[in-house]
């Protein structure tokens, strides 16, 4: 069984700043890409950004040079630093990765429980 367990996020002022953490456990092979996705409330669940195994990254428009997508691999961990929060920043925020199972040898789309970011006043 594969897991994925965020923690951070919280209640940010524009401006400021807030850390996600996700950490994968379970009988993993091996990960691919990983990466977060938001979703506002009325609105599609969004990439913000996204970081391959050797450390290819990639994020939305509205958020590049205020985010920082890093992870460790060692520890199957991925974090999003998130500066220069702004009001439409505010979202549950999920992790996503791409797990190769061990026993199984199979690939499958993993996601995180979510984790509440606002950016408030």
């Known amino acids: 069984q594969v897991q994925l367990v965020e923690s951070g996020g919280g209640l940010a002022q524009p401006g400021g700043s807030l850390s996600l953490s996700c950490a994968a456990s379970?009988?993993?092979?091996?990960?691919?890409?990983m990466g977060w996705y938001r979703q506002a409330p009325g609105k599609q669940r969004e990439l913000v950004a996204a970081?391959?195994?050797?450390?290819?990254?990639n994020y939305a428009d509205s958020v590049e040079g205020r985010f920082t997508i890093s992870r460790d691999n060692a520890k199957n961990t991925v974090y999003l630093q998130m500066n220069s929060l702004k009001p439409e920043d505010t979202a549950v925020y999920y992790c996503?990765?791409?797990?190769?199972?061990?026993?199984?040898?199979?690939?499958?789309?993993?996601w995180g429980q979510g984790t509440q970011v606002t950016v408030s006043s």
């Open positions: 996503n990765a791409e797990i190769v199972r061990r026993l199984s040898r199979r690939k499958g789309d993993y």
């Open positions: 379970g009988s993993i092979l091996s990960i691919n890409t």
């Open positions: 970081i391959t195994s050797g450390g290819s990254t």
